[in-house]
Nanobody, 132 residues
Framework: VQLQASGGGLVQAGGSLRLSCVVS????????IAWFRQAPGGEREGVAC??????????YYLDSVKGRVTFSSDNAKNTVYLQMNSLKPEDTAIYYC????????????????????????WGKGTLVTVSS
């Protein structure tokens, strides 16, 4: 399984970015997909997690990004997106997409973000820098 994240860059506060993650080699029928981030000197945190990419499922968003971030997917392109608006300097981080091969609508998406269900596959990350 390979994940390739892209779309990061330098943006001014208040600006927008859309991150993309192409997933290849995933053979399971359904999976959970998530975006995590890690700021310099900080711990990794789950930004947006969806519990069932095949059926749409439900999404969890980190409190600090709610209302500013939207998770979406294009299953035909094996691609997931993270649309980020009204960016703040504290959003500066490396953003990673990750996959858990077992997705299920009965599982709370927050448990994927919180690490209860550990993500098996990770992309290399894309850097987002928000200037003030």
């Amino acid at each position: 399984v390979q994940l390739q994240a892209s779309g990061g860059g330098l943006v001014q506060a208040g600006g927008s970015l859309r991150l993309s993650c192409v997933v290849s080699g995933l053979t399971t029928g359904n999976s959970a997909i998530a975006w995590f981030r890690q700021a310099p000197g900080g711990e990794r945190e789950g930004v947006a997690c969806i519990n069932s990419i095949k059926t749409g499922g439900s999404a969890y968003y980190l409190d600090s990004v709610k209302g500013r971030v939207t998770f979406s997917s294009d299953n035909a392109k094996n691609t997931v997106y993270l649309q980020m608006n009204s960016l703040k300097p504290e959003d500066t981080a490396i953003y990673y997409c990750a996959v858990h091969p077992v997705g299920a609508t009965r599982r709370y998406p927050s448990l994927y973000c919180g690490g209860y269900y550990g993500m098996d596959y990770w992309g290399k990350g894309t850097l987002v820098t928000v200037s003030s």
